[in-house]
């Protein structure tokens, strides 16, 4: 089994950041590539970042690009999402996830049938 705890959300003006973090337990953390994804009220889940597990390759969707920049920490198993000139539309519950395949560096980052674990999630509301 893989647990992975969302921290960082809650709530900050437009033109703030905030510092998403994603602690991994379970198994061998650095073999995975990782992602982001959000949710609004009514909306599909998105995907917003991922990384692949040699964290060298970063994926970004085109409304985050140079805004939103993910990190990994292997010795940590902790992956991050810093998150810089926030706007409203960027609210939404916030969701990490691990691949479902270890050492993978092809396939589609982007869809969130890729990712077989997911966290609880966590809530960043942006107000104008």
């Known amino acids: 089994q893989v647990q992975l705890v969302e921290s960082g959300g809650g709530m900050v003006q437009a033109g703030g950041s905030l510092r998403l973090s994603c602690a991994a337990s379970?198994?061998?953390?650095?073999?995975?590539?990782m992602g982001w994804f959000r949710q609004a009220p009514g909306k599909e889940r998105e995907f917003v970042a991922a990384?692949?597990?040699?964290?060298?390759?970063?994926y970004y969707a085109d409304s985050v690009k140079g805004r939103f920049t993910i990190s990994r920490d292997n010795a940590k198993n902790t992956v991050y999402l810093q998150m810089n000139s926030l706007k409203p539309e960027d609210t939404a519950v916030y969701f990490c996830?691990?691949?479902?395949?270890?050492?993978?560096?092809?396939?589609?980052?982007?869809?969130?049938?890729?990712?077989?674990?997911w966290g609880q999630g966590t809530q960043v509301t942006v107000s104008s």
């Open positions: 379970g198994r061998t953390f650095s073999r995975y590539a």
């Open positions: 990384i692949t597990w040699y964290g060298t390759i970063t």
């Open positions: 996830a691990a691949d479902s395949v270890s050492y993978s560096g092809s396939g589609d980052y982007t869809s969130p049938l890729r990712y077989a674990y």
